[in-house]
């Protein structure tokens, strides 16, 4: 075991925050797992192998913290205290320095640098810039909604525990949903909730309620220009400012379905069947707000030529989600790809639904029209 792990335990909140890791739920997306490394990755999507055995499984996402080296040069603006260690977010300095749709490749360079077994990764077509972590490498992890009650049951001796409180109590009125339907991800999650600028809310829902938040969400953006969030070189429009006891936050909402299942790509297959430039009109925006995002898609041209066995757009990265609506005509640069998806019974992978999709590779390769 690393030293830092033993460092990490020594502090009051770890065993409030970080708990065992219960794989008969599986792994949502915007999750933090620790690894016996001592670096926190951030799970990604729905899809984490669920079928192979334990000794085989990786899951994807990425490293997000990592200890903090005594000849480092990080940035102050990267560096977070959790459980008593210093840690580098290395994802905020790319995002701040570079043009968004270099983030994802300078990552996985980053990666492999800390990691070099992410050098030899074979990685799905679907998340090229992605981290692969070996599941029997995560020691623990913050699962969301246990990391907010952790902060709320503070809150009658610690002010920033009773100022987060106070903000999920008003988040989740506006939202019109129960308290117990909101978790927390980013470094919150992790036990550093001091004077917090933005909370990383994680809404439990069905897909259903999902997508009534969503357009709650545009509501607020649309037409009111205080709410609008502008942040590294993009307007995110389900993101938005509020105010409580005269201080602004930003909401920068996540969504978790109630039942995975609900997930459009809970377990899957992706074939790669070449590069394709494709127009389509968005149909179906029920699960744009959630990672993956998939998109229904009608009028669809591949190359130029009427294409109508596309049916999909999928969106394998959070950056982008709430961007794309019903209606909005878009071109795609990306990969054709036909799309199996599977259901699990016994620990057996049944066949559910099969369909041809354009698939995004970059941030950037999904372009309104309009």
């Known amino acids: 075991m690393n030293p830092i792990i033993d460092e990490l335990k020594k502090n009051p909140d770890f065993d409030r925050f970080i708990r065992p890791i219960d794989e008969s739920q599986d792994f949502r997306d915007a999750t933090f797992f620790l690894r016996d490394d001592g670096s926190f990755i951030f799970a990604e999507g729905y899809y984490h192998q669920i079928e192979k055995p334990r000794q085989e499984r990786k899951v994807l996402g990425g490293i997000f913290y990592i200890p903090l080296l005594p000849e480092s040069s990080a940035p102050d603006y990267t560096i977070k205290e959790l459980f008593g260690q210093k840690y580098e977010n290395f994802t905020k300095e790319i995002m701040l320095s570079q043009p968004l749709e270099r983030l994802f490749p300078l990552q996985l360079e980053r990666f492999c640098k800390i990691d070099p077994f992410q050098k030899e990764v074979e990685r799905p077509v679907y998340a090229p810039w992605k981290g692969l972590v070996p599941l029997t490498s995560l020691i623990g992890c913050c699962p969301h909604r246990n990391s907010l009650r952790a902060i ?53 829902a069905s897909a259903p309620e999902i997508k009534r938040i969503v357009r709650f969400m545009y509501s607020l953006t649309d037409r009111n220009d205080e709410r609008k969030v502008y942040e590294f070189g993009k307007y995110w429009p389900i993101r938005f400012w509020d105010w409580a006891e005269g201080e602004k936050f930003m909401v920068c909402p996540f969504f978790s379905y109630l039942d995975p299942e609900e997930a459009p790509l809970r377990n899957f297959d992706c074939e790669d069947l070449g590069p394709a430039q494709v127009t389509a009109r968005i149909s179906d925006d029920t699960h744009n707000a959630v990672n993956p995002t998939v998109l229904g898609v009608e009028e669809v041209k591949l190359d130029g030529k009427d294409y109508p066995p596309i049916t999909r757009l999928i969106i394998h990265q959070g950056a982008e989600r709430g961007d794309w609506r019903e209606g909005y005509r878009v071109s795609v640069t990306g990969r054709r790809v036909r799309v199996k998806t599977y259901r699990v019974e016994n620990k057996e992978r049944k066949p559910k639904e099969e369909f041809e999709a354009v698939l995004q590779r970059n941030l950037g390769d999904v372009k309104r029209l309009d």
Do not use: R
């Open 152 to 204: 709320m049951e503070k809150a009658g001796e610690d002010p920033d525990a009773s100022n987060v409180k106070t903000i999920a109590e008003q988040t989740a009125d506006l939202l019109g949903i129960d308290i117990s339907q909101l978790g927390i991800s980013g470094s919150l999650s992790l036990g550093n909730y001091i004077q917090p600028h933005d909370l990383d809310f994680v809404i439990y």
